[in-house]
């Protein structure tokens, strides 16, 4: 049964680091991509990032672009998202989710989605 489970948020002050972790099991990682989208509250769900399977080509959001930094370790089957420099606007539930294609675009392309973890940055 495929399952991704995320961890790792916690509260964050501005400016500082965290480490999203995203732990998959069921299937074999280095088929997929997997993305990292998050949800604040009152707003739509919108894409993070997204590390391909085939070439380990990553893509970003431009509103996270040089913060932030996705990597896989297909060993392990954990996908990590590294956000550093957070800022008040990266408040917000984080998700993983897996694709065939990768694409920071919610929707139809993701098949299985994790729980989602809470990351809050506040002074």
């Known amino acids: 049964q495929v399952h991704l489970v995320e961890s790792g948020g916690s509260l964050v002050q501005p400016g500082g680091s965290l480490r999203l972790s995203c732990a998959t099991s069921g299937f074999t990682l280095d088929s997929f991509a997997i993305g990292w989208f998050r949800q604040a509250p009152g707003k739509e769900r919108e894409g993070v990032s997204c590390?391909?399977?085939?070439?380990?080509?990553?893509y970003y959001a431009e509103a996270v672009k040089g913060r932030f930094t996705i990597s896989r370790n297909n060993a392990k089957n954990t996908v990590n998202l590294q956000m550093n420099s957070v800022e008040s606007e990266d408040t917000a539930v984080y998700y993983c989710?897996?694709?065939?294609?990768?694409?920071?675009?919610?929707?139809?392309?993701?098949?299985?989605w994790g729980q989602g973890t809470q990351v809050t940055v506040s002074s």
């Open positions: 989710a897996r694709s065939q294609e990768c694409t920071i675009v919610p929707g139809p392309m993701q098949d299985y």
């Open positions: 590390i391909d399977n085939s070439d380990g080509r990553t």
